[in-house]
Nanobody, 121 residues
C-alpha cells in the first residue's frame, strides 16, 4: 500500500504564492508520474500539473506560466510552486501518483487525501 502525504495548503490573498508538497511512502522503479489535480465545489476534478521521473512536465491551461512543478526522486517527493494565485484557483488539491508498466500501460494510480487552497480576493 502506498501513502501520499500532502502539505502546504492554506489561505492566501490574490496575487500571493503557496508551495504544496507531497511525499510518497515508498520508491518506485517503474516509469511513473507524480502530479496534482484539483477540484472546486460543483466542478470536475482537473489536472493542474504532472511530472515524469525524468522531469518532463505537463500543465493545465489555466495554470501555465504561473505554477511550477518539480520533484526530488531521492525523497519520493513532488512540489507545486503556485504563484500569482487567483480566487479561481481555490480548490481541494490532490496529489496523484501513476505507475506504468511495459508499453506505458497504467498499472496503478494513487491519490492523496487532499489539501485545501483558498485564495481570497
Amino acid at each position: 500500500q502506498v501513502q501520499l502525504v500532502e502539505s502546504g495548503g492554506g489561505l492566501v490573498q490574490a496575487g500571493g504564492s503557496l508551495t504544496l508538497s507531497c511525499a510518497a511512502s515508498r520508491t518506485f522503479f517503474n516509469i511513473n508520474t507524480m502530479g496534482w489535480y484539483r477540484q472546486a465545489p460543483g466542478k470536475q476534478r482537473e489536472l493542474v500539473a504532472q511530472i515524469t521521473k525524468d522531469s518532463r512536465t505537463n500543465y493545465g491551461d489555466s495554470v501555465k506560466a504561473r505554477f511550477n512543478i518539480s520533484r526530488d526522486n531521492a525523497k519520493n517527493t513532488v512540489y507545486l510552486q503556485m504563484n500569482s494565485l487567483k480566487p479561481e484557483d481555490t480548490a481541494l488539491y490532490y496529489c496523484n501518483l501513476k505507475i506504468y508498466g511495459p508499453g506505458m500501460i497504467l498499472l496503478n494510480q494513487y491519490w492523496g487525501q487532499g489539501t485545501q487552497v483558498t485564495v481570497s480576493s
